[in-house]
């Protein structure tokens, strides 16, 4: 009689039970192939039952019912997002995990302007996956539970690790994926580029500052980049200063780091079409200069960059599913540090387009920079549509913690079309209003045309975008502020993502929108 091994995932971690086996067998399996299947709940209280995926069943049909029988001799159902581990069922797989996917019958729902279904499968084969390479399990077969991009996602999301200044000894691998009994290797490898380009994103964002310069960030685009035929110019502050980005210069002049403003293009449209231009905000380390930050907070600054850090995976995603669409990116990168060089509160900055700016918090430097690279985009490459990232204003987190990213646009189309994109990704966006309310709060000085923070009290956020909007005096606009999710994930919400690192948020609802903008649906015949 074979020998089965079982695991169960609780709220307290992975409880191993064991029968004449001993623990150093279960973690030498780093060249071993792992299985994750779904599972569904049917019922509701006391009488609720499972159900295996159509997959599931084919597997457990070849394996004459045993993986049911272990089933339910477990327990009646698995809940959504937990895992049941299972070892020595047959010859080819060591474990198979077998993840909840909650109830079978959902959709979208209207009220969460969610993808269920979709979200339901990251949650599970995300869990499945991470369950499997915390066993050291090296080749892990994913089901593609009918939505094999949403399944690829979450098992490369989840299995993602920072550990690039750990000693090679204790770094742990990164499993292998691949689909499992499933016909849409189409969706599945577009899943899989579109995680890689968000653990792209994470990895930027999570290494420490001293290492992660705005010259190691230049380089790092250029690696990134380059290969996938992405162009890739790299400005230093000569350039800077001849094209008069007085306000980038002035808040980059408190650090001895050069800045540095880095131009990506790629060209997958036609020559003459005009170009779709992203801005990234590149801070690479943000300690408030003079308006100095709290200590306990600023080591999670490293990340301010995380605007910049979307932007590269995006257009790295746009490349590899070489989009028919032009797309241009410009991303300015220096650090805000306090020193004898430091803008001060009070000080009049002169933008790009001679607009004056008067600092009176020099912790809001973000949207400085930004409005000589917003000038600059509009005038060196004539968009048909600019869209900025950017940790902006912290009031976006107290705002909407980590649930979504905070939108502001001019145009309700492109709205429609975010709102859509986070709703198929699962990483949601929620829009705010660009009123001229709140232009007038950041307009009201006599001594200059703009301020950076505004008249208070509350609606930071939104004061931050009428600052910017002040720098888009034409065409379509969007404004992404990500300091809701862009940066440490603090919270379970997305079980696939990992706690107290960076997430690399929304790179994958950029990239669905640039999908949707370059390739519509046909529109349907009457």
């Given at each position: 009689m074979?020998?089965?091994?079982?695991?169960?995932?609780?709220?307290t971690?992975?409880?191993?039970?064991?029968?004449?086996?001993?623990?150093?067998?279960?973690?030498s399996?780093?060249?071993r192939?792992?299985?994750?299947?779904?599972?569904?709940?049917?019922?509701?209280?006391?009488?609720?039952?499972?159900?295996?995926?159509?997959?599931?069943?084919k597997?457990?049909?070849q394996?004459g019912?045993k993986?049911?029988?272990?089933?339910?001799?477990?327990?009646?159902?698995?809940?959504?997002g937990?895992v049941q581990?299972?070892?020595?069922?047959e010859?080819?797989?060591?474990?198979?995990?077998?993840?909840?996917?909650?109830?079978?019958?959902?959709?979208?729902?209207?009220?969460?302007?969610?993808?269920?279904?979709?979200?339901?499968?990251?949650?599970?084969?995300?869990?499945?996956?991470r369950?499997l390479?915390?066993?050291?399990?090296?080749?892990?077969?994913?089901?593609g539970?009918?939505?094999?991009?949403?399944?690829?996602?979450?098992?490369?999301?989840?299995?993602?690790?920072?550990?690039?200044?750990?000693?090679k000894?204790?770094?742990k691998?990164?499993?292998?994926?691949?689909?499992?009994?499933?016909?849409?290797?189409?969706?599945?490898?577009?899943?899989?580029l579109?995680?890689?380009a968000q653990?792209l994103?994470?990895?930027?964002?999570?290494?420490?500052?001293n290492?992660?310069?705005p010259?190691a960030?230049?380089r790092a685009?250029?690696?990134?980049?380059c290969?996938?035929?992405?162009?890739?110019?790299?400005r230093?502050?000569?350039?800077?200063?001849s094209?008069?980005?007085n306000?980038?210069?002035?808040?980059?002049?408190?650090?001895?780091?050069?800045?540095?403003?880095?131009?990506?293009?790629?060209c997958g449209?036609?020559?003459?079409?005009?170009?779709?231009?992203?801005?990234?905000?590149?801070?690479?380390?943000?300690?408030?200069?003079?308006?100095?930050?709290?200590?306990?907070?600023?080591?999670?600054?490293k990340?301010?960059?995380?605007g910049a850090?979307v932007?590269?995976?995006?257009?790295k995603a746009?490349?590899?599913?070489?989009?028919?669409?032009?797309?241009?990116?410009l991303?300015p990168?220096?650090?805000?540090?306090?020193?004898g060089?430091?803008?001060?509160?009070?000080?009049i900055?002169?933008?790009h387009?001679?607009?004056?700016?008067?600092?009176?918090?020099?912790?809001?430097?973000?949207r400085?920079?930004l409005a000589?690279?917003?000038e600059?985009a509009r005038?060196a490459?004539?968009p048909?549509l600019?869209?900025d990232?950017?940790t902006l204003?912290?009031?976006?987190?107290?705002?909407?913690?980590?649930?979504?990213?905070?939108?502001?646009?001019?145009?309700?189309?492109?709205?429609?079309?975010i709102?859509?994109?986070?709703?198929?990704?699962?990483?949601?966006v929620?829009?705010?209003?660009l009123?001229?309310?709140?232009?007038?709060?950041?307009?009201?000085?006599?001594?200059?045309?703009?301020t950076?923070t505004?008249?208070g009290p509350?609606?930071?956020?939104?004061?931050?975008?009428?600052?910017?909007?002040?720098?888009?005096?034409?065409?379509d606009?969007?404004?992404?502020?990500?300091?809701?999710?862009?940066?440490?994930?603090h919270?379970?919400?997305?079980?696939?993502?990992?706690?107290r690192?960076?997430t690399?948020?929304p790179?994958?609802?950029l990239?669905?929108?640039?999908?949707?903008?370059?390739c519509?649906?046909?529109?349907?015949?009457?």
């Amino acid at each position: 009689m074979a020998l089965t091994w079982f695991l169960t995932r609780q709220t307290t971690g992975l409880v191993l039970s064991q029968t004449r086996r001993s623990y150093s067998a279960l973690f030498s399996s780093s060249k071993r192939k792992g299985l994750v299947l779904g599972i569904y709940t049917e019922g509701s209280g006391d009488s609720q039952e499972f159900k295996l995926t159509s997959t599931g069943s084919k597997f457990n049909q070849q394996l004459g019912g045993k993986l049911e029988d272990l089933l339910r001799l477990h327990g009646s159902y698995i809940p959504k997002g937990e895992v049941q581990v299972f070892q020595n069922v047959e010859s080819e797989f060591y474990s198979i995990a077998v993840a909840g996917l909650g109830k079978e019958d959902v959709g979208f729902n209207t009220l969460e302007n969610l993808d269920e279904c979709r979200e339901n499968v990251r949650v599970a084969a995300g869990a499945g996956a991470r369950a499997l390479s915390s066993l050291g399990i090296s080749m892990i077969s994913v089901e593609g539970f009918g939505q094999a991009e949403a399944a690829a996602e979450g098992a490369a999301l989840a299995t993602w690790r920072f550990q690039d200044f750990k000693a090679k000894e204790d770094q742990k691998g990164v499993p292998h994926l691949e689909l499992f009994m499933d016909a849409d290797s189409a969706g599945w490898q577009r899943g899989l580029l579109k995680a890689d380009a968000q653990n792209l994103a994470r990895n930027l964002c999570d290494t420490p500052s001293n290492i992660m310069t705005p010259s190691a960030f230049a380089r790092a685009a250029v690696e990134a980049l380059c290969p996938c035929g992405v162009g890739v110019e790299v400005r230093d502050k000569d350039w800077i200063e001849s094209k008069k980005l007085n306000a980038f210069l002035a808040v980059a002049k408190g650090s001895s780091e050069p800045p540095v403003f880095l131009e990506l293009g790629y060209c997958g449209g036609q020559q003459d079409e005009r170009p779709i231009v992203l801005v990234g905000k590149g801070i690479t380390y943000d300690s408030g200069g003079l308006c100095l930050k709290k200590c306990k907070q600023m080591s999670e600054f490293k990340g301010d960059m995380a605007g910049a850090a979307v932007i590269v995976a995006t257009m790295k995603a746009v490349a590899s599913l070489t989009l028919p669409i032009n797309v241009q990116a410009l991303i300015p990168l220096c650090e805000n540090m306090p020193s004898g060089m430091s803008m001060k509160p009070g000080d009049i900055l002169f933008a790009h387009n001679g607009t004056s700016i008067q600092v009176e918090d020099t912790s809001n430097e973000g949207r400085i920079i930004l409005a000589d690279a917003l000038e600059y985009a509009r005038e060196a490459h004539k968009p048909r549509l600019m869209i900025d990232v950017a940790t902006l204003s912290m009031g976006m987190r107290s705002a909407l913690g980590g649930a979504a990213s905070g939108v502001y646009t001019n145009n309700h189309d492109l709205w429609r079309e975010i709102n859509k994109a986070g709703s198929i990704t699962g990483d949601r966006v929620w829009r705010f209003p660009l009123w001229h309310h709140f232009t007038k709060k950041v307009t009201y000085i006599t001594n200059a045309d703009v301020t950076n923070t505004g008249m208070g009290p509350g609606g930071s956020p939104c004061r931050a975008a009428a600052f910017l909007k002040e720098f888009v005096p034409c065409g379509d606009w969007m404004h992404l502020d990500i300091s809701s999710c862009g940066m440490e994930c603090h919270s379970a919400d997305y079980p696939y993502l990992t706690m107290r690192r960076m997430t690399g948020r929304p790179s994958r609802t950029l990239i669905q929108f640039l999908y949707q903008i370059a390739c519509p649906p046909e529109p349907k015949v009457k």
